[in-house]
């Protein structure tokens, strides 16, 4: 814990500093060429996910292994077969980077730019299998890129998917949003009446399990360079503060998407002030799923969880007719979700030291 009086104490502010500027460069200044051009919607309409997702674990990995040679994966230094996973995560990076560019100068193709950006997405997380198979509990140790207490991850995901449900559930009962189980296609697929339980069950599925694994290397982009690289250089501040900061930080991160329209929030203060919250208080529970496992695959992996199981919730069981006045990610479920902040912060690891 810092010592009183010495809030700055121990922080390495000008590593701090290089990581945001470069971080949050590259990501409001891609947002930014978004924005005076196609426009994000657009952009999405080509099947690319957001390129932004991938900078804050781009400009870690890059400070790290290029630029600190203190660093414990400096490349001059570190052999660990880990590293292929980080210096290809720098290659998708720069590749996906292409693609989506020249998704911005390109009118439709909107199938290609899809099967382009999914089989990279999934080329790299079958490379990290692999690695991670091939790999001692040592390399992946210093890496930055251990397993963790795994049994402990599923537990927090499966409470992650129950309280998305209850916030579905809730909506429903209290009557703020409409049924959406009549659905004609499920993830794009036809469907007919009968099957359509069946459909359903198999894409709640999905997006508990394939949807997140599909797309581990852009939550792993926030994740390794949020709750990553950034929590243990501010780690000095106690865990506490610590994760407050880095979510709050990460909140301030998504304003340009939310100013986009394209985001859950409306691009207006309130919606900004709403993503703020949420950030902040979901970036808790993020920072604990590294703190209580170890593991940054186990957040990386939850995060995935969140993003599919709240799109499968609206689109499939209950789509509030008041964003803002619903349980999930309206006021009512921000409020929720502060209780379970509240109790997930009496957790002992809070005040356990960090391991060296």
């Given at each position: 814990?810092?010592?009183k009086?010495?809030f700055m104490?121990?922080?390495?502010?000008?590593?701090?500093g290089?990581?945001?500027?470069l971080?949050?460069?590259?990501?409001?200044?891609?947002?930014g060429?978004?924005?005076?051009?196609?426009?994000?919607?657009?952009?999405?309409?080509?099947?690319l996910?957001?390129?932004?997702?991938f900078?804050?674990?781009?400009?870690?990995i890059?400070?790290?292994?290029?630029?600190?040679?203190?660093s414990?994966?400096?490349?001059?230094?570190y052999r660990?077969?880990?590293?292929w996973?980080?210096?290809?995560?720098?290659?998708?990076?720069?590749?996906y980077a292409?693609?989506?560019?020249v998704?911005?100068?390109?009118?439709?193709?909107?199938?290609?730019?899809?099967?382009?950006?999914n089989?990279?997405?999934t080329?790299?997380?079958?490379?990290?299998?692999?690695?991670?198979?091939?790999?001692?509990k040592?390399?992946?140790?210093?890496?930055?890129?251990r397993l963790g207490?795994?049994?402990?991850?599923?537990k927090?995901i499966l409470?992650?998917?129950?309280?998305?449900?209850?916030?579905?559930?809730?909506?429903?009962?209290?009557?703020?949003?409409?049924?959406?189980?009549?659905?004609?296609?499920?993830?794009g697929i036809p469907?007919?009446?009968?099957?359509?339980?069946?459909a359903?069950?198999?894409?709640?599925?999905?997006?508990?399990?394939?949807i997140p694994l599909?797309g581990?290397?852009?939550?792993?982009?926030?994740?390794?360079?949020?709750?990553?690289f950034?929590?243990?250089?501010?780690?000095?501040l106690g865990?506490?503060?610590?994760?407050?900061?880095?979510?709050?930080?990460?909140?301030l991160w998504?304003?340009p998407?939310?100013?986009?329209g394209?985001?859950?929030?409306?691009?207006?203060?309130?919606?900004?002030g709403?993503?703020l919250v949420?950030?902040?208080?979901?970036?808790i529970?993020?920072?604990?799923?590294?703190?209580?496992?170890?593991?940054?695959?186990?957040?990386?992996?939850?995060?995935?969880?969140?993003?599919?199981?709240?799109?499968?919730?609206l689109?499939?069981?209950?789509?509030?007719?008041?964003m803002?006045l619903s349980?999930?990610?309206?006021i009512f479920?921000?409020?929720?979700?502060?209780l379970v902040?509240?109790?997930?912060?009496?957790?002992?690891?809070w005040d356990a030291?960090?391991a060296e």
């Open positions: 814990m810092p010592e009086g010495g104490r121990g922080l390495r502010i000008g590593r701090i290089l990581f945001l500027s971080t949050f460069a590259l990501s409001w200044g891609f947002d060429l978004l924005a005076v051009t196609i426009g994000h919607s657009a952009y999405l309409d080509r099947g996910s957001p390129l932004g997702m900078f804050p674990a781009f400009v870690a890059v400070l790290q292994c290029f630029v600190f040679k203190d414990s994966i400096h490349f001059r230094t660990g077969k880990p590293r996973i980080l210096y290809a995560f720098l290659l998708l990076t720069v590749i292409v693609v989506a560019l998704g911005v100068c390109v009118q439709g193709q909107s199938a290609v730019f899809r099967g382009v950006g089989l990279l997405l080329l790299w997380t079958l490379l990290v299998i692999s690695i991670v198979g091939q790999s001692s040592a390399e992946l140790e210093r890496s930055g890129l207490d795994v049994d402990r991850g599923v927090l409470g992650v998917i129950v309280f998305f449900m209850l916030q579905a559930g809730l909506n429903l009962l209290l009557g703020l949003g409409e049924f959406q189980g009549q659905v004609q296609q499920v993830y469907i007919s009446a009968g099957i359509r339980p069946l359903l069950i198999v894409a709640f599925g999905l997006a508990v399990t394939g599909s581990l290397a852009l939550v792993f982009g926030e994740e390794y360079g949020w709750r990553g950034l929590q243990n250089e501010l780690s000095p865990k506490r503060r610590t994760a407050l900061i880095v979510g709050l930080i990460w909140g998504h304003f998407i939310i100013m986009s394209v985001h859950t929030y409306p691009s207006t203060i309130l919606g900004l709403l993503g949420f950030f902040g208080l979901w970036g529970i993020q920072s604990y799923a590294v703190y209580r496992t170890g593991s940054i695959w186990v957040a990386a992996f939850l995060h995935g969880v969140v993003n599919s199981v709240y799109a499968f919730m689109d499939y069981i209950v789509r509030p007719d008041d803002l349980f999930g990610l309206g479920g921000l409020l929720c979700l502060a902040v509240l109790f997930v912060m009496r957790d002992s690891i030291e960090l």
